[in-house]
Structures are given as C-alpha cells and as structure tokens.
C-alpha cells in the first residue's frame, strides 16, 4: 500500500466517533474500496510525472479544462441540487443535516469550477471566463452515468450519496495529496491547496453519514448498491483534473 | 463536521455565531474530554486545540478514539 | 418600444422594482411585532414564536431552491449567475441553521428533534407560509433571471427592510444581533438581483413578467408575514370574510 494512502487511513479513514452498525458497515465498505484506492494514487502520481516531463504548459490546462467540466458552476449547481431534493419533507426531521452539507457544497464546489478557471485566467490560456464556455473539453462531463446516478437519488434514497461521497471525495482528496507531492507549479498547487480542505470535508460527510444513520439494511442497501456500482472494472475513471484520462 | 455531529447527539454546543461571517462556534455546552465525537470527522486539520494543553485534536489523537470514548449507535 | 431593450430601460426596471418594494416594505406586519417588544412585552414564548415560524419558512427553502437549480442549465448564463446563486443557496441555509441554533441556545426546546416536533415548527400546507413557498416553487417555470427579479428585487428587499430594523430596534441584544448578522447576506443577494435583472432582461415580455411576478411574490411574502405577526402576538389568524374566492385556473 502507497504511503499517501496509509496516511490517509490513518488520520480520516480509521478514528472513528461512534460504534454500531453503521460504522462496522462502512469498515467492512473499505475493504473493498482499498485496492482502488491505492490504484488511484499511482495513478495520479504517473500522471503528474507525465506532465512534468511533458515539458509545455499545456498540462495545465488539460487539468483546469478536465475540472471545470466536473465541477464548474453548472455543474456543480446541479448535481448538488439533487442532495437537497433527495429528502422528503416528512424526512426533514431526519435528514435535514444532509441538505444543509450539500448547501453548502453547491458553495463548495462552485468555488472549485472558480479555481480551474483561475488556472486558465492566470496561465493566460483565456482571457475572460466566458471563454471556457465555448470550449467543449470544458464542459465535457468526466462520465455522464456518474452524474446521472446522483441525479437519480431523490429517486432512490436521501442515503445513497454518501456511496459517492465515501467513495469519489476521497479519491479527490488523494488524488490531491498525490499531485502535490509531484506537481511544482504555482497556478496548479494553489488550485488543488484551496479545495484540499473541502474536498476532505466532503469525504468527512460520507463517513459521518454511514457511521451515523445507515444503521439498518434497509438503510445499508442503496448506498451497497452505490459502491457495487462505483467498484465495477469500468467503474469511472478520476477527472483529467485529478490525473485521469478523462 | 462539528456542528453536525454536535446536533445529531443533541448537545447542541456548536452554534453559527451572530457575525456577518457567520463562523462557527463551539460554546459552553461542549463537554469535550467527556465527548470527543466530532473531532472524528472533522476534516481540517490543526483547527481544534486543547485549551489545556495547546495540542491540535485535528486528526483526533489515538486516545480519544478509543471503544468508550465512541458514541453507541443502536437502530 | 424596441423588441430589445437597451440597457437603459433594463437599469430602469431594476430601479423601478427596487423602488417599489422599497416603498411597499416601509411598513409591514412585522411592526407590529417590534413595538410589543419595544413596549417590553415579549416573553420567552413570543421569542420562539418568532424565530419558530422564520426557521420554518428557511427550512422550506431549500425544497424551492433545489427546484431551481435544476432548472438552470449550461450556458444558460454566463457562470456567474450559477456562481452567486449557489451562495445565495448557502446564505439561507446558514441562516436556516442560525433560527435553530439560536433558539437551542435559549433552551426553548431542548432539541433539534424537539423543535421540528413542536407546535411553533410545523410547516402546514394550508397555511400563507404554503402559499408563499408554493408560490416561490412556482417561479421554477419562469427563467432564472426573471424569478431572481421576483425575489431579490422583491420580497428580499422587504425582508431586508424588517431585518435592519428588528437588527436596529429590538430591545434583545442577542436577538439584534443574530438579525445584524444576516443583513450583509441579504443586501447582497438584492445588489446580485440588480445586477442581473440589469445584465440578462432582454426581451420586452420579460420586463412585463418580471414587474407581474414580483407584484404576486411580494403580496404572499406579506401575507407570510401578516401570518407570522398574527401569531406571535397570539392574534387570531385571518377571517374567511378577508379573502376573496377565485375560480380554479389550471
Ligand atoms: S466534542 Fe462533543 S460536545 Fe464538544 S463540540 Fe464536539 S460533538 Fe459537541
Ligand atoms: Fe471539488
Ligand atoms: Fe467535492
């Protein structure tokens, strides 16, 4: 196992606030995530490696480009959007905690869209912002199934998301740690050290909400669901932003 | 996390504070060492001290994650 | 008329909107309100009535501002409308969260459970808090720039104006102080209305929607309010006789 995943099992994964079904749960969840997510780090560290000896600015932007699409302003405003509708009123009592996390991640993550097209704006590949917007690698969604899935769970369970939660924003977090481990330049240092602490927060909020409420199978199934579906071999790939090929 | 976690095992000691920026703040209902729930998913680290001892509780220390000091769960 | 607007008249519609509901909001139910406390006669009970009934009216929100967002597609806009409005969406939620702490910290109820169960924290259908809910669910239909004229040039600038005077006025320091707090959100989402009500209305029909829309907006916003004054002072709520009755319309 990669160190940078050894830490990060160590600090975020591992201490833990409660017992019960919830937390043994999400252990036994982990399990099955680890070996994606020690993948996930070679990966992005391969990736930056090829970057830099790529020996042109052009990385830089194929990242900003590659994050804009998955979490610009548009983006990000709706597929957050669909958490807050995921709980009906007569849950509210139950879930509002929920809604109120992803308020706050539409807040999130459209600052991250802000901070891709910072890259491109002070790397002097554009302009003016409007510019990303004609450019179709920049609004090219990583993989649509992923997005439609959080799109389909108001449908499903106001518990689902935490799947992807657990699951993706991890992998963001370490895919951040990797690059930063790599990757010296400015622009794309202080893009991915501006999101680091709320993609961790985002990450945080997986945990919290498997370890806190899916404590029945009822409650367990749709989020299972949700990491059989993420741990298919064509399970999607992390963002070009992140070093994948997407 | 904190005001999450806070409000889910009703203590409640995690307030937005009334400032225009609206931080949030941990006031005198916490009963931190008693409870130590929310430093477990609390993600930015360094930004929980010990008043006492000065130390950084973000990632939460080893011994405050022991079996009792975790926050049972039952269905 | 032109069938585009200049800028000219796009500046004027947002003056005129704001003008309006600037005239509209100098007097409101929540005088009311204001002056029992100032005449020191607000009891734990008339504290929690009041910031019951305005967390219940947040906590509705994030139902019509999800709506929304799903409404709002790439290139729709320029990225920034999604940007401020995904702020806009945080701002409520943060004073959402603001209403229940704040009446947890005055042990009102002793959870957040208990405040969802009470009496004073029932959202009702059939009640002005629906109705102005449904009605802010309905500008989903209407463009983005056209319902953000409705509310942040509208029913906001009423809300702004009561919150800076409960902010200013009330005899409760703590209680000023969590309305003082939330002034600097609102104002802001009322100068983003202007900007985009400036920026984004082009066609004459949208000036006609956007004045007619905020009109209907604004009258169930203080309606809500007439409901939210009536029973925190423990009036009894609107007659029958009070309203007109109106045939079917879908
Ligand atoms: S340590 Fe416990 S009581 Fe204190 S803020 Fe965290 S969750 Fe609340
Ligand atoms: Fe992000
Ligand atoms: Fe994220």
């Not at chain 3, 309100?33 to 006669?41: D, L, Q, S, T, Y």
């Not at chain 3, 910290?105 to 957040?112: A, G, K, N, S």
């Amino acid at each position: 196992m990669h160190a940078i995943l050894k830490d990060f099992l160590d600090k975020w994964v591992y201490p833990t606030g409660f017992t019960g079904p919830g937390v043994d749960f999400r252990l036994r969840q982990t399990e099955r995530c680890l070996p994606l997510w020690d993948k996930l780090v070679l990966q992005a560290l391969k990736a930056a490696e090829t970057d830099l000896a790529s020996g042109s600015d052009e990385y830089k932007a194929a990242r900003a480009r590659g994050g804009y699409a998955a979490e610009g302003p548009f983006m990000s405003l709706k597929q957050m959007s669909t958490q807050i509708l995921s709980v009906s009123t007569d849950q509210q009592p139950k879930y509002i905690d929920l809604q109120r996390m992803r308020a706050r991640q539409i807040w999130d993550e459209v600052k991250h869209g802000q901070l891709h097209a910072d890259v491109m704006l002070r790397g002097g590949f554009i302009k003016r912002e409007e510019e990303l917007m004609d450019d179709p690698r920049a609004n090219t969604q990583p993989k649509l199934s992923y997005f439609g899935m959080t799109a389909m769970f108001p449908h499903i369970h106001p518990l689902a998301r935490a799947g992807q939660h657990y699951y993706n924003e991890s992998m963001a977090c370490l895919g951040i740690t990797a690059t930063l481990s790599v990757i010296d330049d400015d622009l794309i240092r202080h893009q991915l050290h501006s999101q680091s602490a709320e993609e961790l927060m985002h990450f945080m909020e997986g945990k919290y909400q498997i370890d806190a409420y899916a404590l029945t199978p009822e409650d367990q199934k749709p989020i299972e669901e949700v990491f059989d579906f993420l741990l298919r071999p064509w399970a999607p790939e992390p963002s070009r932003a992140l070093g994948g090929a997407a | 996390m904190c005001y999450v976690v806070c409000r889910e095992i009703e203590i409640n000691a995690v307030v937005v504070a009334p400032s225009s920026q609206h931080f949030l703040e941990i006031d005198e209902r916490c009963t931190y060492p008693g409870c130590t729930v929310c430093l477990m998913y609390c993600p930015a680290e360094g930004s929980i001290v010990e008043t006492k001892t000065g130390r950084s509780m973000v990632p939460p220390p080893q011994e405050v994650w022991t079996e009792n000091k975790r926050w049972p769960r039952v269905p | 008329m032109p069938a585009s607007p200049s800028a000219k008249p796009r500046a004027a519609l947002a003056a005129q909107l704001l003008q309006q509901s600037e005239q509209e909001a100098a007097v409101t139910p929540m005088d009311a309100v204001i002056e029992f406390a100032r005449a020191g006669k607000f009891t734990n009970d008339h504290c929690f009535r009041l910031l019951a009934r305005l967390w219940t009216l947040k906590r509705m929100l994030y139902y019509v501002y999800g709506g929304w967002a799903q409404g709002i597609n790439l290139n729709d806009y320029p990225p920034g409308v999604a940007y401020l409005f995904g702020k806009q969406t945080y701002d409520e939620s943060t004073q959402e969260m603001q209403y229940c702490d704040e009446i947890l910290r005055r042990r009102l109820v002793p959870t957040q459970r208990a405040l969802f169960a009470h009496p004073y924290g029932q959202f009702a259908i059939a009640t002005r808090t629906g109705a102005y809910i449904f009605c802010l669910r309905a500008l989903a239909n209407y463009p983005h720039h056209i319902r953000i004229a409705a509310l942040n040039l509208g029913a906001k600038v009423i809300e702004l104006s009561w919150t800076e005077r409960f902010a200013k006025l009330l005899p409760d320091e703590s209680l000023c102080a969590v309305f003082h707090s939330q002034l600097a959100e609102t104002r802001s989402h009322i100068l983003m209305g202007r900007h985009q009500v400036e920026q984004y209305i082009h066609k004459d029909i949208d000036i006609e929607l956007a004045k007619r829309l905020c009109v209907e907006t604004k009258r169930d916003y203080l309606f809500f309010l007439e409901e939210t004054a009536r029973f925190v002072l423990g009036m009894a709520a609107e007659k029958a006789g009070e309203v007109t009755v109106q045939a079917d319309i879908d």
